[in-house]
């Protein structure tokens, strides 16, 4: 007959301790792992770690709507807390959220984020993500790759807009760095991130008429060699 080691007192904790982790709550598992702390939260949180659901998301000031999350296992053995989470419904979303000791980021990250008032009074009402890996290690930009789509509605100083401004994740001095521009590339946008969540955008407008100088002006735009150009500062 083969006898185990392990005393049955042993084999009943380490059977305890599997069952209760299996059953920790979401919510704790949030707290615990400080995904939190990085910017993400809900309204209600559902289920467990292994397979929960986060009621209207949000990260930081960006809206992710209502998601499906699970923690991965295997990250957790290498210091790193990954939160996979995945949406459906009109706005889609799927990729992960990392958060280590050192750093935080997220991986093949594609969704359709609401920004609201966020880039106020640039008129951007979303940002599309295709793929966006972006991490942060002690606060610098590490890694970016994909594309993003910024949609715009209405108008910037009397100026009608173009729909969207494109262009590829990079990172630049730290930073993470969004060099968008417009299909006929009149019109572009430079956004900068750094690893504390502050950003800056510099929206600029090449060779604009010059019957819509004076309304440029009054938004607030600053002419320069280039163009017309403004800024906006803020933090997710």
Same mark, same amino acid.
């Given at each position: 007959?083969?006898?185990?080691?392990?005393?049955?007192?042993? &084999?009943?904790? #380490?059977?305890?301790?599997? #069952? =209760?982790? =299996? $059953?920790?709550? %979401?919510?704790?598992?949030?707290?615990?792992?400080? %995904?939190?702390?990085?910017?993400?939260?809900?309204?209600?949180?559902?289920?467990?770690?292994?397979?929960? @659901?986060?009621?209207?998301?949000?990260?930081?000031?960006?809206?992710? *709507?209502?998601?499906?999350?699970?923690?991965?296992?295997?990250? =957790?053995?290498?210091?790193?807390?990954?939160?996979?989470?995945? *949406?459906?419904?009109?706005?889609?979303?799927?990729?992960?959220?990392?958060?280590?000791?050192?750093?935080?980021?997220?991986?093949?990250?594609?969704?359709?984020?609401?920004?609201?008032?966020?880039?106020?009074?640039?008129?951007?009402?979303?940002?599309?993500?295709?793929?966006?890996?972006?991490?942060?290690?002690?606060?610098?930009?590490?890694?970016?790759?994909?594309?993003?789509?910024?949609?715009?509605?209405?108008?910037?100083?009397?100026?009608? &807009?173009?729909?969207?401004?494109? /262009?590829?994740?990079?990172?630049?001095?730290?930073?993470? &760095?969004?060099?968008?521009?417009?299909?006929?590339?009149?019109?572009?946008?430079?956004?900068?991130?750094?690893?504390? /969540?502050?950003? @800056?955008?510099?929206?600029? &407008?090449?060779?604009?008429?010059?019957?819509?100088?004076?309304?440029?002006?009054?938004?607030?735009?600053?002419?320069?060699?280039?163009?017309? @150009?403004?800024?906006?500062?803020?933090? $997710?």
């Amino acid at each position: 007959m083969i006898r185990l080691a392990t005393g049955r007192r042993a &084999l009943f904790g #380490a059977l305890l301790a599997a #069952a =209760l982790l =299996l $059953f920790v709550p %979401l919510r704790a598992a949030l707290g615990l792992t400080g %995904l939190d702390d990085a910017g993400l939260t809900a309204r209600q949180v559902e289920g467990s770690l292994w397979g929960g @659901r986060l009621v209207e998301a949000r990260f930081g000031a960006v809206a992710l *709507g209502d998601v499906g999350a699970r923690l991965a296992f295997w990250p =957790l053995l290498l210091g790193r807390a990954r939160l996979e989470l995945a *949406g459906g419904g009109e706005r889609p979303l799927h990729g992960a959220v990392t958060v280590s000791r050192h750093g935080m980021g997220i991986d093949g990250m594609t969704a359709s984020l609401l920004t609201g008032q966020l880039f106020a009074p640039l008129p951007v009402t979303a940002l599309d993500l295709d793929a966006a890996t972006v991490r942060f290690r002690d606060g610098q930009c590490e890694r970016a790759e994909g594309r993003v789509r910024a949609t715009l509605a209405g108008a910037a100083g009397g100026v009608t &807009l173009p729909p969207t401004l494109s /262009g590829p994740a990079r990172c630049d001095a730290g930073a993470l &760095l969004l060099p968008l521009t417009s299909q006929a590339g009149t019109e572009a946008a430079t956004l900068r991130v750094t690893g504390d /969540g502050r950003y @800056r955008v510099e929206f600029a &407008l090449r060779n604009p008429d010059p019957a819509t100088v004076p309304k440029l002006e009054a938004a607030g735009f600053i002419g320069g060699a280039d163009g017309y @150009r403004l800024g906006v500062e803020g933090r $997710f």
